[in-house]
């Protein structure tokens, strides 16, 4: 998703500034300049988020252990009624409760009512890591293209070359997904195109 960002915002730089300047240093400038600040805050926003995530996850950890001091039987109950609540019958769902209560009652009542696992948390550097590679790369193809192509057809190129990499993002995200990857590539496209379409229209007025 974080090349798929590149694409889209760098195409929608490059190619406003195309529309509006045929300076092809303005172009280029432009197209670094949005690919650098997108991957600076593609980093911090991950960073950030994935932090504030782990505090809340750490919060929820800290408000259970209370929980569980206070009124335990509440807490049993919770993770039982949840089980039935799936589907499961009554004695069974009372029997895994008791066996998971008695091996982990922190970890087994987490996940049950906040739904995520007691130490399995995401690495705020790593999350920012890879946002920091996949905006940059998706980024060059667009700032490749309007650099690339003659100039009588680098505007229709360009857009073509956007629209045919956001196919390949969109389908290659919903496959990885398990979603339907017409839906995926459409939706993809669409974006893109309006993006592009916004950005051009508004380049062409200011050039004007």
């Known amino acids: 998703m ?10 929608g730089i490059v190619l406003g500034v195309a529309a509006a300047t045929s300076n092809n240093f303005a172009i280029f ?14 980093a911090m926003g991950e960073f950030v988020s994935v932090n504030t995530q782990k505090d809340s996850e750490r919060n929820a950890i800290t408000t259970q252990k209370q929980a569980l001091a206070d009124s335990y039987d509440n ?3 919770t993770v039982k009624d949840k089980l ?6 009554t004695d069974l769902a009372q029997q895994a409760t008791k066996e998971m209560m008695a091996k982990d009652p922190i970890k087994t009542t987490v996940r049950q009512k906040y739904g995520f696992t007691v130490g399995e948390y995401t690495n705020p550097l790593s999350a ?5 590679i996949s905006f940059p790369t998706g980024s060059i193809l667009p700032l490749l293209a309007i ?18 990499a956001l196919a390949i993002t969109g389908y290659t995200a919903a496959k990885l997904g398990n979603a339907n990857t017409r839906h995926g590539i459409v939706r993809n496209v669409i974006s893109g195109t309006l993006t592009m379409i916004v950005t051009f229209v508004i380049g062409t007025l200011i050039g004007s």
Not at 84 to 89: A, E, L, P, Q, Y
Not at 155 to 163: D, E, M, S
């Open 147 to 164: 650099t690339l192509f003659p100039k009588p057809i680098r505007i229709q190129a360009t857009f073509i070359a956007v629209l045919i």
């Open 29 to 42: 400038i432009s197209g670094i300049s949005g690919m650098l600040a997108g991957t600076v805050s593609m």
């Open 2 to 11: 974080g090349a798929n960002d590149g694409i889209v915002s760098v195409a």
């Open 75 to 77: 807490e049993f109950n």
């Open 84 to 89: 039935v609540t799936d589907g499961i019958s």
């Open 128 to 132: 920012a890591l890879a946002s920091m």
